[in-house]
């Protein structure tokens, strides 16, 4: 089975500018999670997302937002870009139904660094 | 306010070496706890999984327990090898659909 897979790997972009990131989950699963990480802040919840609804935000502006399509993949998107958010921004996916429920399975992640 | 604390934050022993990681954890009202390992600059990977209602997990030279009561979780590992070096993350799911990570332990296994 394939895991989660995150697109691009890398971006580079300015301040102002904005950004859309890309996150297919592992098939069959149907949450999606996304997480900023920083050297100073650690790991942090940005917001779930489940049969294309948001269940729960974490305490981000406004700027960050996501969504998630009928396949299960999700985008967020980050507008006005601040030297603050650079980041390794993560995703993970879960099959609520499983045995395990809600173990979590993260992507490789997407280094966003903003000029 | 859930909060989690991982202790030490960085551990640096030599190889065979057997070694607990610590994660405390303030709301004992968890759903799940999970512990991950971070390489450098890499995507989380699953070590284990607890249920609220489990005591502890056991794969391969990884045993993770969980003390809600006490709000505490510990990862052995055993016969460390170089391969296990890597930043070790607990993380909780306290109220719905969110988890609360910790701020990780960073260990080095000398050969």
């Known amino acids: 089975k394939a895991g989660v897979t995150q697109t691009p790997r890398y971006l580079i972009k300015t301040r102002g500018q904005q950004v859309t990131l890309s996150c297919s989950p592992i098939?069959?699963?149907?949450?999606v999670s996304w997480y900023q990480q920083t050297p100073g802040q650690g790991l942090q919840f940005l917001f779930e997302y489940f049969s294309e609804t948001q269940r729960n935000k974490g305490n981000f502006p406004g700027r960050f937002s996501g969504r998630q399509f009928s396949n299960s993949r999700s985008e967020m998107n980050v507008s006005t870009l601040e030297l603050g958010d650079s980041a390794l921004y993560l995703c993970?996916?879960?099959?609520?139904?499983?045995?395990?429920?809600?173990?979590?399975?993260f992507g490789p992640g997407t280094r966003l660094t903003v000029l | 306010k859930q909060e989690v604390t991982q202790i030490p934050a960085a551990l640096s022993v030599p190889e065979g070496e057997n070694l607990v990681l610590n994660c405390s954890f303030t709301?004992?009202?968890?759903?799940?706890l999970q512990w991950f390992r971070q390489d450098p600059g890499k995507g989380l990977t699953s070590l284990l999984l607890?249920?609220?209602?489990?005591r502890e997990q056991t794969s391969g030279r990884l045993n993770a327990s969980l003390d809600k009561s006490s709000g505490r979780s510990t990862l052995y590992i055993a016969a460390s090898q170089p391969g296990d070096s890597a930043t070790y993350l607990c993380a909780v799911m306290s109220g719905t659909y969110k988890y609360i990570f910790g701020t990780g332990t960073r260990l080095k296994v000398l050969a």
């Open positions: 098939s069959g699963h149907r949450s």
């Open positions: 993970a996916s879960s099959s609520i139904n499983s045995g395990k429920g809600n173990e979590q399975f």
């Open positions: 607890i249920q609220s209602s489990q």
């Open positions: 709301d004992s009202a968890i759903y799940n």
